[in-house]
């Protein structure tokens, strides 16, 4: 199965993030991720739900705790082990990032998926490993099956409506196309 490395910068817009574990849920790929990227992802959740007076400190941590929590329970295999003897290897600009392509060689994946394609210069990424913005990965990961992305996006709609508006797969698929630049998956989805 095509697998895939979720950077931090594509999971915490909970939308985008809904989205591409949509896909995964439906069999479209694998993803895969690193205890640094849970961690960052842990900090943006709490900050964001801090930020907008969701309660007590106490509060944020324990609904980021949840997410990660979610996350783990959901996709089993997708947290990578070992990758750290690889972590400073690559030469990338921004140490941090790392991790991305140390994650990648270890679980085999195809395509590192990140907004932060700069900090991924393509001589210092492994072959076969992909750089992908995220648009580009949706588009790709939904030409496999619309009809499964299409579920996904169906699913994502059935969640809304529990702690706040309902939206319609359209409105999602607007939303994803307008803020996320997934156009031309939503254009294969007829969203």
Known sequence: MYT???DTCVLWPSLQRDFLLSLAAEGLYRPV??????????????????????GSADDAGRRADHLIDQ???AFVDADVDGWQRLEGVFGLPDAAD?????????SGAEAVVTENVRDLPPRLVPEPVQVL?????????VAVSPRRARAAVSQIASRFGRHGPRRTEAEIGASLRRLYGMGDAMDLLGL
């Open 33 to 54: 991720w690193s205890s640094a990227v849970l961690d960052e992802l842990w900090e943006t959740e709490n900050a964001k739900h801090l930020d907008r007076g969701g």
């Open 133 to 141: 913005r995220v648009g580009d990965f949706a588009f790709n990961t």
């Open 4 to 6: 895939a490395v979720l």
């Open 98 to 106: 790392e991790h991305l392509l140390a994650v990648a060689v270890v």
């Open 71 to 73: 996350m783990r329970t």
